[in-house]
């Protein structure tokens, strides 16, 4: 009796189970893994791929058999402590690129701490050849130029360029570069054209010496490596003008007082 009831409870399942389709699995499936649960990525207009890409070739031929090799013998010349030194050099340099566009998106901390910078590294850095800014007092760079400016004043990055040698950009980031131009020292330091490329290409070199092969690493993983860089550049640069942060971490140490070595202590900003 008992074996009786178990077949006809099986074959009961079964005949039930025949009733739904294949199709009408698929779709109740499919609902748990809709488009409704995706994330909308925002993307940047692209026009000019063909172009693009073509300047990205050519970039990317130059970092291989051009820069690349100079920095390397640039590390074998010069030892890393005296690179990190002329890299402060011209970052210290440029402050007023970052305190003049710190200012145009009112973040008046971010204004402060480049003020301090530039002031502190000029004078105890001996002309922002050191760091002490931040080596003792934990005052960070930040990061803000004219392209973040027009996007914190909401105007959309326009559509993705590829410029010769700068690498990545849009419409509006290449505008904030020419902008920003204008703002550097040695603009008005009496530098002929091939004199002020020159140390142009020097500060680069300089960076890319110091840098640890990230693009190499981009290269030999992405499956294509235009396409990861774009992306890349273009979620970069959504953090930096949407996320309005500074960065001032306080050295701690026994030998230092951060209350006299960081000015925003002094006034209670922090």
């Known amino acids: 009796m008992l074996i009786r009831i178990y077949a006809l409870l099986f074959?009961?399942?079964?005949?039930?189970?025949?009733?739904?389709?294949?199709?009408?699995?698929?779709?109740?499936?499919?609902?748990d893994f809709s488009d409704d649960s995706e994330v909308v990525e925002k993307l940047i207009s692209d026009p000019l791929q063909p172009l693009n890409r073509g300047t990205?070739?050519?970039?990317?031929?130059?970092?291989?058999y051009?820069?690349?090799?100079v920095a390397k013998g640039y590390r074998q010349v010069l030892p890393r402590p005296a690179r990190v030194s002329v890299g402060n050099f011209f970052s210290n340099l440029a402050t007023p690129i970052r305190a003049g566009n710190a200012?145009?998106?009112?973040?008046?901390?971010?204004?402060?701490?480049?003020?301090?910078?530039?002031?502190?590294?000029?004078?105890?850095?001996?002309?922002?050849?050191?760091?002490?800014?931040?080596s003792v007092a934990g005052v960070k760079k930040t990061v803000e130029d004219f392209g973040q400016t027009l996007g914190y004043h909401r105007v959309g990055h326009g559509f993705y360029l590829i410029l010769p040698i700068v690498g990545p950009s849009s419409l509006r980031d290449?505008?904030?570069?020419?902008?920003d131009s204008f703002a550097d020292p040695l603009r008005y330091a009496n530098l002929k054209t091939i004199e002020y490329m020159g140390v142009k290409f020097f500060d680069a070199e300089t960076r890319l010496s110091l840098d640890r092969d990230t693009y190499e690493g981009i290269v030999q993983d992405a499956i294509d490596p235009y396409l990861f860089i774009r992306a890349?550049?273009?979620q970069r640069r959504l953090a930096q003008v949407g996320e309005d942060t500074y960065n001032i971490n306080i050295f701690e140490g026994p030998l230092f007082d951060s209350d006299l070595l960081n000015p925003f202590d002094w006034f209670g900003f922090l």
Request: hydrophobic share 50%.
């Open 66 to 69: 051009l820069f690349k090799p």
């Open 56 to 64: 990205f070739w050519v970039n990317d031929k130059l970092y291989f």
């Open 232 to 234: 890349a550049y273009v």
């Open 174 to 179: 290449a505008t904030g570069v020419f902008v």
């Open 11 to 31: 074959v009961g399942i079964f005949i039930l189970a025949g009733s739904v389709s294949a199709d009408d699995f698929d779709a109740d499936f499919g609902d």
């Open 103 to 134: 200012l145009l998106q009112l973040k008046f901390r971010d204004f402060g701490t480049e003020t301090y910078r530039f002031v502190i590294n000029t004078t105890f850095g001996i002309g922002g050849l050191f760091d002490p800014a931040e």
